[in-house]
T-cell receptor, first 113, second 110 residues
Framework: NAGVTQTPKFQVLKTGQSMTLQCAQD?????MSWYRQDPGMGLRLIHY???????DQGEVPNGYNVSRSTTEDFPLRLLSAAPSQTSVYFC????????????FGEGSWLTVV | GQNIDQPTEMTATEGAIVQINCTYQ??????LFWYQQHAGEAPTFLSY????GLEEKGRFSSFLSRSKGYSYLLLKELQMKDSASYLC???????????FGRGTSLIVHP
């Protein structure tokens, strides 16, 4: 039972480069989301999805893109990396009615230089 | 939307009891989560309250008052391993996607 799988765990990017953080879950959860976590800021919602083909913006969406072509996958794309995007990123999935537990990936540590 | 407030930092002694408060303002309520997060790790689930009252789970208990927009996490018989950040979160009314508070850093000392 893999749960939420998030890759890569560590990544260093140069300013202006693009990359994709991958997230996959095998629990058939409808809801998936991406958060970033910075010191003293808690978890801030970037984008979320309530089902395949449906995505919406969270609190801090600028500079990020998402898609949800399947229930299992929810990749996060950085279009043109900036030093302000240096952060820890967490993918999460959730299904209403399964004890209402949010499952997190292990996190991705991203540094933009 | 959501507005979630919790203290930034608390300290307590090993063996003691500590209460971490969380207040929220929401346009729609769908329950309240508490998560524990150790440094360098992902958050792990502690509790979910959707009805008023106290729910006990071992050394950890969580309380909710929907009319007051208030919750607390109660940790008993503190252990050194309880030193962590404790996150309060509440899903937004339509989407069930949680918004998190900034977290309370708990330091347990001998």
């Amino acid at each position: 039972n893999a749960g939420v799988t998030q890759t890569p765990k560590f990544q260093v990017l140069k300013t202006g480069q693009s990359m994709t953080l991958q997230c996959a879950q095998d629990m058939n959860h409808e809801y998936m989301s991406w958060y970033r976590q910075d010191p003293g800021m808690g978890l801030r919602l970037i984008h979320y999805s309530v089902g395949a083909g449906i995505t919406d913006q969270g609190e801090v969406p600028n500079g990020y893109n998402v898609s949800r072509s399947t229930t299992e996958d929810f990749p996060l794309r950085l279009l043109s990396a900036a030093p302000s995007q240096t952060s820890v990123y967490f993918c999460a999935s959730y299904k209403q009615g399964t004890g209402n537990t949010i499952y997190f990936g292990e996190g991705s540590w991203l540094t933009v230089v | 939307g959501q507005n979630i407030d919790q203290p930034t930092e608390m300290t307590a002694t090993e063996g003691a009891i500590v209460q971490i408060n969380c207040t929220y303002q929401t346009s729609g309520f769908n329950g309240l989560f508490w998560y524990q997060q150790h440094a360098g790790e992902a958050p792990t689930f502690l509790s979910y309250n959707v009805l008023d009252g106290l729910e006990e789970k071992g050394r950890f208990s969580s309380f909710l008052s929907r009319s007051k927009g208030y919750s607390y996490l109660l940790l008993k018989e503190l252990q050194m391993k309880d030193s962590a950040s404790y996150l309060c979160a509440a899903p937004t009314g339509g989407s069930y996607i949680p918004t998190f508070g900034r977290g309370t850093s708990l330091i347990v000392h001998p």
